[in-house]
């Protein structure tokens, strides 16, 4: 169960806009982060997740907070193309509450 969010951290993947929200969630004794990643639409309005080939939302976890980090980035980049400088303020604070739209942004690159 995701229980806090962590951080919330923005870029610019090519031409999307790509927030990655990170939680912590326990399990057990141990504690985990996980990673979602979403992509902006209706000019930072919305978000819709970013989605694997098959429409389900891409997540990564670890037990580490900036690995997990990491490692959602190097898939972004590696779907959507080279990073931008990271966006520290691009998250409007009265868009605190933002619909999540469905389905997830379907990954349409051709498989391996």
Same mark, same amino acid.
């Given at each position: @169960?995701?229980?806090?969010?962590?951080?919330?951290? &923005? $870029?610019? *993947?090519?031409?999307?806009?790509?927030? &990655?929200?990170? *939680?912590?969630?326990?399990?057990?004794? /141990?504690?985990?982060? /996980?990673?979602?990643?979403? &992509?902006?639409?209706?000019? =930072?309005?919305?978000?819709?997740?970013? =989605?694997?080939?098959?429409? @389900?939302?891409?997540?990564?976890?670890? =037990?580490?907070?900036? *690995?997990?980090?990491?490692? /959602?980035?190097? $898939?972004?980049?590696?779907? *959507? =193309?080279?990073?931008?400088?990271?966006?520290?303020?691009?998250?409007?604070?009265?868009?605190? $509450?933002?619909?999540?739209?469905?389905?997830?942004?379907?990954?349409?690159?051709?498989?391996?």
């Amino acid at each position: @169960m995701l229980e806090e969010l962590v951080s919330t951290n &923005v $870029y610019v *993947f090519g031409a999307e806009v790509c927030e &990655v929200n990170i *939680f912590r969630e326990r399990l057990g004794a /141990m504690t985990a982060y /996980m990673a979602l990643a979403y &992509v902006q639409e209706d000019q =930072g309005h919305a978000l819709r997740a970013v =989605g694997d080939k098959d429409g @389900m939302p891409v997540a990564r976890q670890s =037990g580490n907070p900036v *690995f997990v980090l990491e490692q /959602m980035r190097r $898939y972004l980049e590696s779907r *959507f =193309g080279p990073p931008e400088p990271k966006l520290t303020d691009a998250i409007d604070p009265a868009l605190d $509450y933002r619909p999540i739209i469905e389905p997830p942004l379907r990954d349409s690159r051709p498989r391996h």
